[in-house]
């Protein structure tokens, strides 16, 4: 139990350096630097003996950070954090802070340092944006019509309006132009994810924007949701697991980010993993009920009752409440006991 006790605590402090795809915060990282920074200066009053103790203690403590983002593929990162918390010693007077070196092999030889070249034409990367718009656009109303294994490329050739030759050059098969489709889908909504917890609010709100983004995207594009269910479309995995080890992968400190919001203890600690994929999976019910009667009706309007059952249950208010996991004041009861 104190185990869990300090890996939540981890949690709860690494999670606001990162917003939730895993981009550096420093200014929140600042702020728990220079409060960590003042104790040891409280601890040596009137003079610079806290350097020595300090740079040790941060030696250790960027360690600990490293490591666990490495093990999340997180080299930008860590090597923003490292280079900002270097940059902060310089600025203190602190000449000498120590990185293990096998720490610093590993992010010179992982991080990506290429940089975006601004030179290329760019009314010509603009009109190649905009065809791959027009094609996607075609190849969605072709899926909707016929589905995915009856439509063709000349189908989605002549809808979008060029030849296929043309549609050739842009794309090898249906089958990468599907994939090409759904990547670009994925990422707009791990970038609509990420933006909403990245700000500091009050975390019920922002799993509360979550859901309602997430079911107003399913109502807007129900021919990308149902190619994202559907089970045949790559032998080696679902779509479906596809899609959420994709927002995984993109939304790497998520978890980290709900817990450090939730500073009030408003959402239990359970298994993060489950209780995600509990709520993207009763929505799922509730999508398919709603395609099973032929989206005659808007799916927003089943907001309210996903976020009912999510938030309260279905049970009435006048039945009595029964806990099958511990509450968070049950939680910190027992590990001060245990600490006591």
């Known amino acids: 139990m104190k185990e869990e006790k300090k890996k939540i605590d981890f949690y709860k402090e690494i999670g606001q350096y990162f917003t939730a795809d895993g981009s550096f915060d420093p200014v929140s990282?600042?702020?728990?630097?220079?409060?960590?920074?003042?104790?040891?200066?409280?601890?040596?009053?009137?003079?610079?003996?806290?350097?020595?103790?300090?740079?040790?203690?941060?030696?250790?403590?960027?360690?600990?950070?490293?490591?666990?983002?490495?093990?999340?593929?997180m080299a930008r990162a860590s090597y923003e954090l490292i280079r900002y918390?270097?940059?902060?010693?310089?600025?203190?007077?602190?000449?000498?802070?120590?990185?293990?070196?096998?720490?610093?092999?590993?992010?010179?030889?992982?991080?990506?340092?290429?940089?975006?070249?601004?030179?290329?034409d760019r009314r010509r990367r603009i009109s190649a944006d905009e065809k791959r718009k027009t094609i996607f656009s075609a190849a969605l109303q072709v899926f909707s019509e016929m589905g995915f294994h009856k439509a063709t490329m000349d189908m989605i050739a002549s809808i979008a309006g060029m030849g296929?030759?043309?549609?050739?050059?842009m794309f090898t098969s249906k089958d990468e132009l599907l994939e090409q489709l759904l990547l670009e889908e994925y990422r707009k909504i791990v970038r609509r994810f990420s933006a909403i917890f990245s700000p500091s609010r009050d975390v019920i709100e922002e799993i509360q924007e979550m859901i309602e983004f997430w079911v107003t995207y399913i109502n807007d594009n129900p021919v990308v949701y149902r190619l994202?269910?559907?089970?045949?479309?790559?032998?080696?995995?679902?779509?479906?697991?596809?899609?959420?080890?994709?927002?995984?992968?993109?939304?790497?400190?998520?978890k980290e980010r709900i817990v450090s919001l939730n500073r009030d203890h408003k959402v239990k600690y359970l298994n993060f993993e489950s209780v995600l994929f509990g709520i993207f999976g009763f929505i799922d019910g509730v999508a398919h009920k709603w395609i099973s009667y032929r989206m005659e009706y808007?799916?927003?309007?089943?907001?309210?009752?996903?976020?009912?059952?999510?938030?309260?249950?279905?049970?009435?208010?006048?039945?009595?409440?029964?806990?099958?996991?511990?509450?968070?004041?049950?939680?910190?009861?027992?590990?001060?006991?245990?600490?006591?």
């Open 164 to 169: 296929k030759g043309s549609l050739y050059r």
């Open 85 to 120: 918390a270097v940059d902060k010693c310089v600025g203190l007077g602190i000449n000498t802070i120590s990185i293990p070196a096998e720490i610093l092999e590993d992010l010179f030889s992982r991080t990506d340092n290429t940089t975006v070249d601004l030179s290329d």
């Open 298 to 340: 808007p799916l927003i309007k089943e907001i309210p009752v996903i976020l009912e059952c999510v938030f309260n249950g279905f049970l009435s208010e006048v039945y009595p409440r029964r806990h099958f996991c511990k509450t968070v004041m049950e939680n910190n009861n027992q590990n001060l006991a245990s600490e006591g």
């Open 228 to 254: 994202i269910q559907n089970t045949d479309l790559r032998p080696e995995v679902s779509e479906k697991a596809h899609f959420y080890r994709f927002v995984a992968q993109n939304l790497p400190m998520l």
């Open 29 to 73: 990282f600042s702020e728990v630097f220079d409060r960590h920074l003042n104790r040891f200066r409280d601890a040596t009053p009137g003079g610079d003996d806290f350097h020595e103790p300090f740079s040790l203690w941060l030696e250790s403590y960027i360690s600990g950070i490293a490591d666990y983002l490495k093990k999340k593929n």
